[in-house]
């Protein structure tokens, strides 16, 4: 069964209304939890890239990318848990883990039963809840993975339509 039906939460993923990359996050971390991360899309066997700026690399330690000097490249992390999903770490905080998708990639039932899926491993691997805010609007979650019921939620009411 479905965690969420494409009917009840379509209005999430419209990118005119939260944007076309909401931020989804995993508030509470460490550098331990990024490396479990790490650890989760290697034994997923995920595609994934690794760059620093635009230099392709192997994927490092977290605690290595994560105490990066200042004036490094930016590294971001590309995984496929889906062939059509893509998900974006961008490495910006150890006590956040944080990642965009695009709402264009997650249209449909189909494609959300893959986000949710991807959100549920990340969550329980971490045991936290995994959130997704409208682009730019931290702090305001419409969705996300719920520990203790070990699904993935709505977090807010649809807008009146």
Same mark, same amino acid.
């Given at each position: 069964m479905a965690d969420l039906l494409w009917d009840d939460v379509s209005c999430f993923f419209d990118p005119d209304l939260m944007g076309p990359l909401p931020d989804v996050r995993v508030p509470h971390c460490s550098v331990e939890d990024w490396q479990a991360v790490l650890d989760l899309v290697e034994s997923r066997g995920w595609k994934r890239r690794?760059?620093?700026? !635009?230099? &392709? /690399? =192997? @994927? =490092? $330690? @977290? !605690?290595? &990318? /994560?105490? $990066?000097? @200042?004036? @490094? !490249?930016?590294p971001n992390l590309r995984v496929w848990p889906d062939a059509e999903v893509q998900v974006i770490f961008r490495f910006q905080d150890e006590e956040v883990i944080d990642f965009d998708v695009d709402l264009r990639e997650l249209q449909g039932q189909e494609r959300l039963d893959a986000f949710c899926g991807f959100l549920r491993e990340l969550g329980r691997r971490l045991g936290k809840p995994v959130l997704m805010d409208p682009e730019g609007d931290h702090g305001h979650p419409v969705l996300g993975f719920d520990p203790p019921s070990d699904r993935v939620v709505l977090l807010a009411e649809p807008p009146a339509m």
């Open positions: 690794y760059s620093e700026g !635009e230099t &392709v /690399l =192997p @994927a =490092p $330690r @977290a !605690e290595s &990318v /994560l105490s $990066r000097a @200042a004036d @490094a !490249e930016w």
